[in-house]
């Protein structure tokens, strides 16, 4: 697969942060003792270093790992999985989204992870693998993420499950609280309410593959977090709390983006690096 560009420049990053935090420009300028001028070209994505290092301190960002951002010093190593992963990467108007199949070899069953722009792909992997689809879990309503879940669902006959308090994805679909348990074959998935960007996005915590896994949705990117004006603060609270207790070598599969590492996130990943 040709390489996935990182979800978010430093610029973004920025300002998701100062939005989040809700620092109006004046006072961020202020506060970091660089000009109005200086903050703006930075805000314009001009990779300018005394003024992104300085800034990142007021936005509580890691001053190195914004730097390397600004600079695409860094991209994150991709994790391999032998068998029993599939990273699928759709085009949804202007974007791209990502969605995610698991499975186990042996006993031929499946498990889906949203539905991207399209299924097509992960139906084509599905019957060259001979796999039965049991479940589709969504990582959060938003379109992009469930756009096919109608075809998806009805073609597959998998069981269709989301959290209970996020939005209806599809008639029919069942809700489950968190800290639900799911089995395939020898594969267990927990579930893990990591709300912020959406009310009831849920981060879906995989054993038994070759690397432990964490299925994210939009809570967390490779270098960026998602979350929403409002409500970025609970994310950053679940993503620490719950996202960054994992293992460290925890496979991240994020919503946007490339796959990453717990590991690697935690060095370069401006919100979290420390
Ligand atoms: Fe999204």
């Not at 309410?193 to 009831?200: D, F, I």
């Not at 996202?243 to 460290?248: D, E, N, Q, S, V």
């Given at each position: 697969m040709a390489r996935i560009p990182l979800e978010d420049n430093f610029d973004d990053v920025i300002n998701k942060a100062q939005r989040g935090l809700k620092i109006a420009d004046a006072d961020l300028a202020k506060r970091a003792e660089v000009t109005p001028e200086d903050l703006a070209a930075v805000k314009g994505g001009k990779p300018i270093d005394a003024v992104i290092r300085r800034v990142a301190r007021h936005l509580r960002l890691s001053p190195d790992a914004l730097e390397a951002l600004a600079h695409k010093r860094w991209y994150p190593q991709q994790p391999i999985f032998p068998t029993g992963f599939a990273a699928f990467n759709t085009r949804y108007e202007d974007m791209t989204v990502n969605s995610y199949v698991i499975w186990d070899a042996r006993a031929k069953v499946a498990a889906a992870f949203d539905t991207g722009a399209t299924c097509e792909p992960m139906l084509d992997l599905l019957r060259a693998e001979k796999l039965k689809l049991q479940y589709i879990f969504i990582?959060?309503?938003h379109e992009d993420h469930i756009a096919d879940l109608a075809r998806f669902a009805g073609g597959t006959k998998a069981e269709v499950w989301s959290h209970?308090?996020?939005?209806?994805?599809?008639?029919?679909a069942k809700t489950f609280k968190e800290n639900a348990h799911f089995h395939l074959g020898p594969i267990s998935i927990k579930t893990l309410?990591?709300?912020?960007?959406?009310?009831?996005m849920t981060t879906f915590y995989i054993s038994g593959l070759s690397w432990p896994l964490a299925v994210v949705g939009d809570a967390i990117f490779a270098s960026s977090m998602g979350g929403s004006p409002t409500h970025f603060s609970e994310q950053f609270q679940n993503n620490q709390k719950k996202?960054?207790?994992?293992?460290?070598d925890t496979v991240l599969a994020c919503g946007h983006g490339p796959l990453t590492t717990l590991a690697q996130e935690k060095l370069h990943n401006p919100f979290f690096a420390r």
């Open positions: 990582t959060h309503t209970e308090i996020e939005p209806v994805a599809l008639a029919g309410l990591t709300s912020g960007h959406s009310p009831g996202i960054l207790t994992l293992p460290r």
